[in-house]
């Protein structure tokens, strides 16, 4: 069975960090992509990014490009989302998936229709 579960969310201050965790079991990790997302209240569903554990390709929503960096560790099946910087508009619910598509492109990495499995959510919390 495929699961992912998220951890590492919380309530920071305006500016501080925060690294999200994201860890696979029931799939051979290193032959897909995982993805962030992340809902805020009101709002659709956003791709924050994306990275390969084939090759380690990485992928970043405007959004966050500059303030956050997706890395994995497959010895740990294991994606980390580090956010720096972070803002009032970064509070939301952040979920990662996987998709199993053996080709992750561009144009689908942020992209939550191209994923199959999803984790329940970590509250991610930017106070003013």
């Known amino acids: 069975e495929v699961q992912l579960v998220e951890s590492g969310g919380g309530l920071v201050q305006a500016g501080g960090s925060l690294r999200l965790s994201c860890e696979g079991s029931?799939?051979?990790?290193?032959?897909?992509?995982i993805g962030w997302f992340r809902q805020a209240p009101g709002k659709e569903r956003e791709g924050v990014a994306c990275?390969?554990?084939?090759?380690?390709?990485?992928y970043y929503a405007d959004s966050v490009k500059g303030r956050s960096s997706i890395s994995n560790d497959n010895a740990k099946n294991t994606v980390f989302l580090q956010m720096n910087s972070l803002k009032p508009e970064d509070t939301a619910i952040y979920y990662c998936?996987?998709?199993?598509?053996?080709?992750?492109?561009?144009?689908?990495?942020?992209?939550?229709?191209?994923?199959?499995?999803w984790g329940q959510g970590t509250q991610v919390t930017v106070s003013s």
């Open positions: 998936a996987l998709t199993l598509a053996p080709v992750v492109r561009f144009t689908k990495a942020l992209d939550g229709g191209f994923y199959d499995y």
């Open positions: 029931g799939f051979t990790f290193d032959n897909y992509a």
């Open positions: 990275i390969s554990n084939r090759d380690g390709s990485a």
